[in-house]
């Protein structure tokens, strides 16, 4: 079944650009398939990852937020593990 497809018209900083065009070359994919996917695994991300990809959050709070977020991925991972 072929799945509904969106297209967007994005523009990038000229050394973004650069750095996207070198990563697909580099990867042999073309660059409308390699943003594709990062917008897919960055939709995929916890609010609280997105924020911090999105520099949301102020540099003051940035350690305690880390260490937040670290405690709760350690926290899913051990829920994760599979029980004896």
């Known amino acids: 079944m072929i799945r509904p497809r969106y ?3 994005i523009e990038l900083e000229l050394e973004a650009s ?5 990563i697909c070359k580099r990867l042999g994919m073309n660059k409308k ?5 990062m917008i897919t695994w960055f939709s995929r991300q916890p609010d609280e ?3 911090v990809i999105l520099n ?4 003051a709070s ?4 880390l ?8 926290k899913r ?3 994760e593990l599979p029980t004896k």
């Open 56 to 59: 949301l959050v102020r540099p």
């Open 49 to 51: 990852v997105q924020v």
């Open 62 to 65: 940035q350690a305690g937020f």
């Open 18 to 22: 650069k750095r996207v065009d070198g």
């Open 7 to 9: 297209s967007i018209a």
């Open 77 to 79: 991972a051990k829920a």
């Open 33 to 37: 398939t390699v943003i594709a996917r």
């Open 67 to 74: 260490h937040l977020l670290a405690e709760q991925a350690e």
